[in-house]
């Protein structure tokens, strides 16, 4: 029997990895993406590729009818935390009504397992390190969202049936990451500034801390998650145990690149300051092998980004708030 996923976000970064885990596994894969964030050359060769968003309702049920799949994987998501306070009706179209219409449509074709990247964003400002049965209190729009499709998820599993895996990841980097992205991913904002001959920007001090999760660790779990019993109907946190200051990482990424590009401080932005999870629940049911270290990752990366060179930045061009925008990304809009 040929096993067929479908992978929202195939062309993006962890997106990308699902892809290349499930075709080892020998299932039948179709991407669907938008190029909002991804690129083709992620595209893997042997998978199917649709260029498309999930707000598209009629492409979501074409697909679906043509392929009769038996898993979703729910990559897709413009994950830039910060800049959600002002993108707030993109963020909510994108981030949670794009994912109520796979939603709708797993529960009508009978799909056996939803599986959903969500984000420790919806823990907010929380006991640490977090954990799966603390009460979610999102502080952001991008957590609010995550934190709804979960609960959504939750619903359809209780009215319909429908079968879920979520994991909620934490500051995952490596190679295919956008690095021309300046509102997200700080590993990838931070080489890239190296590559320009530019100074690490930091938002406040750098004394925020965050465990930062190399892709491989990530990535191969998501992917197999439908194989293991245990991990039907349950979140899981995944990702590092290692905690690091923004500014030790500035340092870290630094000696990968083999650069010495100084740090330049911005003004603080409003974020969660500490952010690290606790990862047992995860651990006992998958029994991963040992995390790749943050200087081994960075270093796997660096080649990576070395390889492919600089990306230019892109100004998101339909900010719908700039009361209280950070001054850098006002500066830079202005431009």
Aim: with cysteine.
């Amino acid at each position: 029997m040929t096993i067929t996923s479908l992978v929202t976000g195939g062309a993006g970064f962890m997106g990308s990895h699902v892809v290349r885990h499930l075709l080892q596994q020998r299932h039948r894969v179709v991407i669907l993406d938008d190029l909002s964030g991804g690129t083709t050359e992620n595209v893997h060769v042997d998978a199917l590729f649709y260029e498309g968003s999930i707000l598209d309702n009629q492409l979501i049920n074409l697909l679906f009818k043509k392929y009769n799949f038996t898993y979703v994987y729910h990559l897709a998501a413009y994950a830039a935390e910060g800049l959600s306070h002002f993108i707030r009706n993109f963020n909510y179209q994108n981030n949670l009504i794009g994912s109520i219409n796979l939603i709708n449509a797993a529960v009508t074709y009978d799909i056996k397992r939803f599986v959903f990247t969500s984000s420790i964003a919806v823990y907010g400002t929380n006991t640490l390190p977090l954990i799966e049965t603390q009460h979610p209190q999102p502080e952001d729009p991008y957590g609010i969202a995550k934190y709804a499709v979960e609960l959504d998820l939750i619903n359809a599993c209780k009215m319909f049936g429908l079968e879920y895996t979520i994991f909620r990841p934490h500051n995952v980097y490596g190679s295919h990451q956008n690095i021309g992205d300046k509102y997200r991913n700080v590993v990838g904002i931070f080489m890239n500034q190296i590559l320009k001959k530019q100074p690490l920007t930091i938002f406040g001090d750098g004394s925020q801390t965050r465990a930062f999760s190399y892709v491989d660790d990530v990535a191969p779990y998501i992917a197999n998650s439908v194989r293991i019993p245990e991990a039907c109907n349950t979140i899981f946190n995944i990702g590092s145990d290692a905690v690091y200051s923004v500014k030790e990482l500035a340092v870290a990424v630094n000696k990968a690149m083999r650069s010495d590009m100084g740090i330049k401080q911005l003004e603080q932005r409003e974020e969660v300051v500490h952010a690290y999870a606790d990862h047992t629940l995860f651990k006992t049911v998958f029994k991963p092998k040992e995390h790749t270290t943050l200087e081994l990752g960075l270093l796997e990366m660096a080649r990576w980004v070395k390889t492919h060179g600089s990306r230019s930045s892109k100004e998101f061009q339909d900010v719908e708030i700039t009361k209280k925008l950070p001054a850098s990304w006002q500066q830079s809009k202005k431009q």
